[in-house]
């Protein structure tokens, strides 16, 4: 029998252990992400469920514990029982996300000891991620950090009408987004910043919104690219109006102007991944958010991963916490924010409403990408006479499908299932597609 789930940023299966090393990383790397689970007695490769001796179990519930204890720290608290699967027993190890990250295992000290988890995979944690944990253990967010170089004088009063129907320092301290410094002046903070001075892409560098449109599936032909900043409502009023003139199908003349009345995409969905995008992204990040129009889908690019507890195997199950809550607390006295936990079922939704396909949230290394497919995107089987071995037909296609497997593409090329993964093999040579799980669940997807 086969476990069901594959491997992924909460979960690894182990058949054997022959030593406690990758263990241990694995384990420090899911106290300091979002926490996870070790199944002993399944292989990694094929899911198959082997099971595991008594002797096998003894020894492991003995031994993984003290081992945990001896090499890591601070010390983390696990789980660990036998699960009987299909018929067969295994040792299920269940590590909770710590409350005093960094962990670290203790001979490789830190920061070198520092793991995090990454999709399925475990890698050693970058400067800026220690850069994180140093925040988080101060207790102070990154949009709470002051920022001495402008002062409550250098905000637009434009912008801080948007919010406000009267302000001036006190209404800004007492509503978070400004403390005063040791001289008495008063000072915005990054959430303050990013909503009352325009030019806050001088003090939070890259924290603007970056809409670009291509003529076709790849990044070939350029067609139009705005930068958009000047605080965050009007950057996102501005993006959200540029990106919707861009995706109407049907326009009506009002007065000079023609405005569109259809859209390729409901704008629900267009709406709630902008306010997401801009509500939960890291600002920390030196990196705009990137917005990318295909002609078969739109890319939403964002930095920072999912905020703890969201994870891509819980994304519809309504969860929510805010990365900046000053700010979303801001696009909710817009009305620009729904109420917590609906947003990207509403994206879903929507978009599966109006006969597209389901969008797809893809967590990277340092980014979220949303994927929202266009009613352009081809969507069927190529026609007698049409070319199979097209490359952008073929990307259009299987873009729009999401994940494939070799099976799938050998029956659109009408080739054996070897040579489609002949294929398959030189496109990801060339960066094109790249693979995902194992065993008889790998399956492909492609990537610009």
């Keep these: 029998m086969h476990y069901e789930s594959i491997e992924s940023k909460i979960l690894e299966f182990k058949e054997r252990l022959d030593d406690y090393s990758r263990l241990l990383e694995t384990v420090t790397a899911f106290a300091n992400t979002q926490g996870g689970t070790i199944i002993i007695g399944i292989r990694d490769s094929d899911r198959l469920i082997v099971g595991l001796d008594r002797e096998e179990i003894e020894r492991y519930s003995q031994e993984i514990p003290q081992a945990i204890a001896d090499a890591i720290s601070p010390q983390i608290a696990v789980d660990l029982y036998e699960q009987h699967l299909g018929g067969k027993t295994c040792v299920t190890v269940r590590v909770f996300p710590g409350p005093q990250k960094p962990y670290f295992i203790k001979k490789l000290g830190h920061p070198l000891g520092v793991f995090l988890r990454s999709r399925a995979h475990n890698?050693?944690?970058?400067?800026?991620?220690?850069?994180?944990?140093?925040?988080?253990?101060?207790?102070?967010?990154?949009?709470?950090?002051?920022?001495?170089?402008?002062?409550?004088?250098?905000?637009?009063?434009?912008?801080?009408?948007?919010?406000?129907?009267?302000?001036?320092?006190?209404?800004?301290?007492?509503?978070?987004?400004?403390?005063?410094?040791?001289?008495?002046?008063?000072?915005?903070n990054v959430a303050g910043t990013l909503l009352f001075y325009p030019e806050h892409q001088r003090i939070i560098p890259e924290s603007g919104i970056v809409v670009s449109a291509y003529a076709g599936t790849d990044k070939k032909r350029l067609m139009k690219k705005e930068d958009f900043s000047g605080g965050i409502i009007p950057m996102l009023e501005q993006s959200?109006?540029?990106?919707?003139?861009?995706?109407?199908?049907?326009?009506?003349?009002?007065?000079?102007?023609?405005?569109?009345?259809?859209?390729?995409?409901?704008?629900?969905?267009?709406?709630?991944?902008?306010?997401?995008?801009?509500?939960?992204?890291?600002?920390?990040?030196?990196?705009?958010?990137?917005?990318?129009?295909?002609?078969?889908?739109?890319?939403?690019?964002?930095?920072?991963?999912?905020?703890?507890?969201?994870?891509?195997?819980?994304?519809?199950e309504g969860l929510s916490r805010y990365r900046n809550p000053l700010i979303a607390d801001a696009l909710r006295k817009k009305g620009y924010m729904e109420k917590q936990g609906i947003g990207i079922n509403l994206i879903i939704s929507s978009c599966l409403e109006d006969g597209l396909p389901e969008p797809q949230f893809v967590e990277l290394e340092y980014y979220v990408k949303l994927v929202i497919f266009r009613k352009t995107a081809s969507n069927h089987t190529p026609k007698p006479d049409q070319n199979p071995k097209d490359l952008t037909a073929m990307r259009s296609y299987f873009?729009?499908?999401?994940?494939?497997?070799?099976?799938?593409?050998?029956?659109?090329?009408?080739?054996?299932?070897?040579?489609?993964?002949?294929?398959?093999?030189?496109?990801?040579?060339?960066?094109?597609?790249?693979?995902?799980?194992?065993?008889?669940?790998t399956k492909y997807r492609f990537i610009n």
Excluded: W
């Excluded at 991620?129 to 950090?145: C, K, L, M, T, V």
């Excluded at 890291?282 to 002609?295: H, K, N, Q, V």
């Excluded at 496109?427 to 790249?434: F, R």
């Design 240 to 316: 959200y109006t540029f990106i919707s003139n861009l995706l109407g199908t049907q326009y009506e003349r009002e007065g000079l102007v023609k405005q569109p009345v259809n859209y390729e995409i409901p704008l629900d969905a267009i709406r709630e991944a902008l306010v997401n995008a801009v509500a939960h992204r890291a600002y920390d990040y030196e990196a705009p958010t990137r917005i990318t129009l295909f002609s078969d889908r739109i890319e939403f690019l964002n930095p920072g991963t999912f905020y703890a507890p969201i994870n891509p195997e819980n994304l519809k």
């Design 399 to 441: 873009t729009a499908q999401g994940l494939f497997s070799s099976m799938d593409l050998a029956q659109y090329l009408g080739k054996s299932q070897a040579m489609a993964k002949k294929i398959l093999t030189e496109l990801q040579s060339k960066g094109m597609v790249e693979k995902v799980g194992r065993g008889p669940a």
């Design 123 to 188: 890698r050693r944690a970058d400067a800026y991620a220690i850069e994180q944990f140093n925040r988080e253990r101060s207790g102070i967010r990154y949009e709470q950090q002051p920022c001495p170089q402008i002062s409550y004088e250098d905000l637009s009063k434009g912008l801080l009408g948007t919010l406000f129907t009267s302000y001036d320092q006190s209404i800004l301290i007492g509503a978070g987004y400004g403390s005063t410094d040791v001289s008495g002046r008063t000072i915005p």
